[in-house]
């Protein structure tokens, strides 16, 4: 099972050094290319004479402040990026309210246990009895957590997960594992479901056995609620990996990952 105290992390794997200078390089190339076309488009327009009978004033100001933004950023080296599209925060992750109670959870992720016939495999494969869906109430030893541990059935994939409910706060996060062959898959269903994800990250990862691969991880990230999901978690080319928490949940975690750094910088 995941670590409760892990924080949303990207898998990342040391690059050969000639593959890292080739990708920096190539990516230089790129800005070069963009400022180019940002500065013959931000010429042209310029250098068009104003026709109001065609497109009035505030339009042509608007758009001509829009490509002066792109070349000034594009002068200092970056790329601009346009706002995130909206996406649909949802009340819920796969059945369970935010803020539900441990047992309401129990009763929505029971719903959606694994088959009775992919538990009894598992459970063999590797010596346990355990049940599609175990919940635990908070105590001192081992689960100071009310936490729901599961094996979900969420279209042709199965969900390996924790689900975490907080005494006062109810349900506030969930994250775990997929077979990797399945990202396509719960890809298809998040876009379906969340819409555009705020930012899609791709990373070059090798394995110990020398193949090259590409990570790629959505994240949505709302006012509410921040969801993520990875076609490789810790283990390459093994399990995907998915992550939703509430934003406030989030934030908090963000705060705990910097003060421990900042203290293992300061014991340094």
């Known amino acids: 099972m995941p670590n409760h105290d892990a924080t949303l992390v990207t898998t990342t794997v040391q690059l050969p050094h000639a593959l890292w200078t080739r990708a920096r390089t190539r990516a230089a190339e790129q800005r070069e290319n963009l400022r180019a076309v940002i500065v013959r488009a931000l010429e042209r327009e310029l250098a068009r004479p104003v ?12 758009k001509t402040a829009l490509v002066a933004l792109l070349y ?21 992750f796969v059945g369970v309210t935010w803020g539900a109670s441990v047992r309401a959870g129990e009763a929505a992720l029971t719903k959606r246990a694994a088959p009775r016939w992919w538990l009894i495999l598992h459970n063999l494969g590797f010596g346990k009895g355990q049940a599609a869906v175990e919940c635990q109430p908070g105590n001192d030893v081992g689960s100071p957590v009310p936490r729901c541990q599961v094996f979900l059935e969420l279209g042709d994939a199965i969900l390996i997960g924790t689900w975490y409910f907080g005494e006062e706060t109810g349900f506030y996060e969930a994250r775990g594992q997929f077979a990797t062959e399945h990202f396509t898959s719960l890809r298809a269903m998040f876009v379906e479901k ?12 090798v394995t110990y056995g020398g193949a090259n691969l590409t990570n790629e991880s959505l994240l949505w990230m709302g006012k509410k609620v921040v969801i993520r999901l990875s076609r490789f978690d810790n283990q390459i080319t093994t399990y995907g990996g998915f992550e939703a928490s509430t934003r406030a949940a989030y934030d908090a975690r963000v705060e705990r990952l910097k003060a421990a750094q900042k203290k293992g910088k300061d014991a340094l």
Do not use: C, H, I, M
């Open 51 to 62: 026709r109001p009978q065609r497109e009035p004033r505030a339009k042509r100001a608007a």
């Open 72 to 92: 000034a950023g594009a002068l200092l080296g970056g790329v601009f990026v346009p706002p995130a599209f909206a996406w649909n925060e949802p009340d819920s």
């Open 194 to 205: 969340y819409g555009v994800p705020t930012r899609v990250t791709t990373t070059n990862v």
